[in-house]
């Protein structure tokens, strides 16, 4: 259905769109940054982490937290022409093998409060980032081979069911995961 919509609007209005992305994408990744601080923070007062195996796993998954949002924003310095290059499709590719081990941990953080939400929100999360690479390769090879905006528009359309699934579909449920994740963060608590 997107496919489709995306041939009817006029160039100009798709470039408007991409820029405004770009920017609210930017405040998006900064606000994720935020909040991954913050999530660090709560690891090191709530005994949440010790469910996860080790010391040291715990150290390695605080550092994604921090990671994961700051490639996802360098990779947006790298866009040509509002869509993914080469290294910007790199760069989103290295930053969604990094979400998966920050979602490890931000949905740990839920697991005594909502047990079937930090299960099954992890999951679709994780689905999300798989769409994630699936678009840093779509914008890697596309620029790799020189394959116009267009043109893989046409060819994906040919493929609505597994363009949808595979591209499309997941990004509302994972924003919707990773929203519900934020308006359910738990509150830090004060020990005096």
Not at 34 to 51: P, W
């Amino acid at each position: 259905m997107f496919i489709e919509t995306v041939h009817l609007k006029s160039a100009a209005k798709v470039a408007v769109e991409k820029e405004i992305f770009r920017h609210t994408g930017f405040c998006h990744v900064t606000f994720s940054i935020a909040r991954s601080i913050y999530a660090i923070t709560l690891f090191q007062t709530q005994n949440v982490m010790s469910k996860i195996a080790s010391n040291v796993e715990s150290v390695i998954l605080q550092m994604f937290l921090v990671l994961a949002p700051l490639f996802f924003a360098t990779s947006t310095f790298y866009w040509k022409g509002g869509e993914y290059s080469i290294i910007s499709g790199l760069l989103i590719i290295i930053s969604m093998f990094f979400w998966l081990g920050a979602f490890r941990a931000l949905f740990s953080l839920l697991a005594v409060s909502l047990p079937r939400y930090s299960v099954w929100g992890m999951w679709m999360a994780y689905f999300g980032c798989i769409s994630g690479v699936c678009f840093g390769f779509l914008g890697y090879l596309s620029s790799a081979f020189g394959i116009s905006h267009q043109q893989y528009l046409e060819v994906l359309s040919k493929f609505p069911v597994s363009s949808q699934i595979l591209l499309l579909a997941p990004d509302p449920s994972f924003r919707s995961v990773y929203s519900c994740w934020v308006f359910n963060l738990p509150e830090k608590k004060r020990y005096h």
